[in-house]
């Protein structure tokens, strides 16, 4: 296997068996559903779904993010983790053995998650903050009593109409001025970077090293670490659905969350919401759920895990969507406003709607404490297993360099390390709006609509739907639902097709806080990371043509079929499949 893989990588082989780490298999199936749960179930369930659930329709927002589900979800997903099960391969070497041309696929997905390390892990800074201020006699942001806040400062505990006609008219809350004065201490813009804000500093470099022992010795520690950081938000979102439904006003705010609203569907932009949805919270199209399929035997039935998988990503977002909503609709009551105005996405809920919300609770550090320690082991988990899919991605590509010895251990050490000193820019006075580059341009959006085209013409046209069925029966024992099939071959190319050109047909510039317009070398900078990770995908096309023998079309064939054979597997040695460069007889 070694001297196979050393062959196509262009390296000398390896020496011996024993100065080669093997690449390992998870201790048991629990540890990768709980890893594929954690790397798919994130902050995406906690602070998009329920508000896009509201703002486009209830409970009519249902159809078109059920028809995405089934059209480009459930399918990618399927793809991905089958392709790693089949191949034993992460990220970038599975795509080199099914279609070599294709190989900068996997380039640019870890390119991808790359980016995605870097920026998220800001975010779980942020947490690690409130939940240390959450340790306190009184919770900071519930008081305009401190040194950040400015004289315009209100406390919205009591709010009331009266309140609100006779305040000042650039009156803030406490709760803002804490996130924006206090936490960020957030400059005029991006072209005005100001000092790195070091308490954050600490709290990223705190992030780092949890990170960094979760993944340094392989799938050994990841697999364990997941037993926690995987299944404690699930309890944690347990409490607080009990708590929010117990609370005056929560009926009000689940009827805000759900009512349905048809007319809704006939606006474009409620079908883009629910596309955008499932590609931002089923980790698809950045190798992730191939690493963790990597690591499963050979005939782990991949299908049925994947149902299940998808089953709960979407579940946890439906039911988070009444955590959520039972404490707005009793914020919206205590504070005698429509929920309209209190209902946010994205930070805002987390780090603003939220903390304001527990302050009208009894006992509000303790569910302080409760929500981000459910919002930091969220963030961890899609962290560290991101960082466990770029490690295998690097370890497969060089085996006899990165598994010998503590070489991954110190490879792994100096990517945390560059992460960090890179993240320092974001936790500096402009950090969110560099954020909020990296969010837009990089981890979603356009960029992994055309990963997603990629995916499905790679094994629906070039290597083949009908081959792909046979490899998935041959590890499963029989073939998926024929639907799966015509997914990958028109139905998932066709729903991505339409959802990037009308994407591209609306584009607007990205603005921050809908009042912020960036200078132009920022957008230039957005659009400069987005392409250099897809950028891989023509340069190593044209890298592999070039070095190919015979005319274009003799080069293209050539290129396009698999650089390896898998060997044929029978049920008594399907448990001990390593694939070595044999052949299936389905190809």
């Excluded at 806080?513 to 200078?519: E, G, L, Q, T």
Aim: proline share 5%; charged share 10%; net charge positive.
């Amino acid at each position: 296997m070694a001297d196979f893989l050393c062959r196509l990588c262009h390296l000398p082989p390896k020496a011996t068996s024993q100065t080669v780490k093997e690449r390992g298999k998870w201790g048991s199936k629990t540890e990768f559903l709980l890893s594929a749960a954690g790397a798919i179930i994130g902050l995406g369930n906690v602070w998009r779904f329920p508000y896009l659930c509201y703002k486009n329709g209830g409970g009519a927002f249902f159809i078109p993010y059920i028809l995405f589900l089934v059209a480009c979800g459930i399918p990618l997903f399927m793809l991905e983790v089958a392709l790693g099960q089949y191949t034993s391969q992460g990220g970038i070497m599975c795509w080199r053995m099914v279609c070599p041309l294709f190989e900068g696929m996997g380039f640019a997905s870890q390119i991808i998650l790359f980016y995605g390390c870097i920026s998220y892990v800001v975010i779980l800074a942020w947490a690690f903050f409130y939940l240390f201020s959450s340790f306190s006699a009184e919770l900071p942001w519930a008081s305009c009593n401190n040194s950040w806040n400015s004289d315009s400062c209100m406390i919205l505990n009591n709010f009331n109409s009266t309140v609100n006609l006779t305040s000042p008219v650039n009156a803030s809350s406490s709760v803002s001025e804490f996130w924006q004065r206090r936490v960020l201490n957030i400059s005029t813009g991006i072209e005005a970077l100001g000092s790195i804000q070091w308490e954050l500093c600490l709290y990223l470099l705190l992030a780092w090293v949890i990170c960094y022992f979760c993944v340094w010795k392989g799938v050994r520690s990841t697999g364990k670490a997941t037993y926690v950081t995987a299944t404690f938000p699930f309890f944690m979102l347990a409490v607080l659905f009990l708590r929010g439904m117990t609370l005056p006003g929560a009926l009000h705010g689940i009827k805000y969350y759900l009512y349905p609203n048809p007319t809704r569907l006939t606006d474009p932009q409620v079908w883009m919401d629910a596309g955008t949805q499932i590609f931002y919270s089923y980790a698809i199209c950045l190798g992730c759920l191939t690493t963790l399929g990597s690591y499963n035997k050979y005939n782990n039935n991949c299908y049925r895990d994947s149902f299940y998988l998808c089953l709960l990503n979407s579940g946890t977002s439906f039911i988070s969507g009444f955590a959520i909503f039972s404490v707005l609709g009793y914020m919206s009551q205590k504070q005698g406003v429509d929920i309209s105005l209190v209902a946010e996405s994205g930070p805002g809920l987390v780090f603003i709607v939220y903390p304001q919300a527990v302050t009208l609770l009894p006992w509000p550090q303790v569910w302080s404490v409760c929500f981000f320690t459910m919002i930091i082991l969220l963030g961890i988990d899609g962290q560290f297993i991101g960082l466990e899919s770029i490690m295998t991605s690097l370890s497969d590509v060089y085996p006899s360099q990165i598994r010998k010895g503590f070489r991954r251990e110190l490879i792994l050490m100096l990517i945390c390390t560059f992460g960090f000193v890179f993240g320092l820019l974001l936790v500096s006075q402009a950090g969110a709006y560099i954020l909020h580059i990296f969010d837009h341009y990089v981890c979603s959006g356009p960029t992994l609509l055309l990963m997603a085209i990629f995916q499905s013409v790679v094994i629906g046209w070039i290597y083949g739907a009908e081959r792909f069925c046979d490899n998935i029966e041959d590890m499963i024992g029989y073939k998926p639902v024929p639907m799966l099939k015509y997914c990958w071959l028109y139905g998932t190319p066709l729903i991505c097709s339409g959802t990037l050109v009308f994407l591209l047909l609306r584009y607007n510039p990205l603005r921050f806080n809908n009042s912020y317009v960036y200078p132009w070398w920022a957008y230039c900078i957005g659009w400069f990371l987005a392409m250099s990770s897809l950028m891989m995908i023509p340069v190593i096309m044209v890298w592999k043509l070039a070095k190919a023998k015979g005319n274009l079309w003799q080069r293209f064939k050539m290129s396009s079929q698999p650089a390896g054979e898998f060997p044929v597997m029978t049920k008594e040695s399907a448990s001990l499949h390593v694939p070595d460069g044999g052949q299936d007889s389905n190809l």
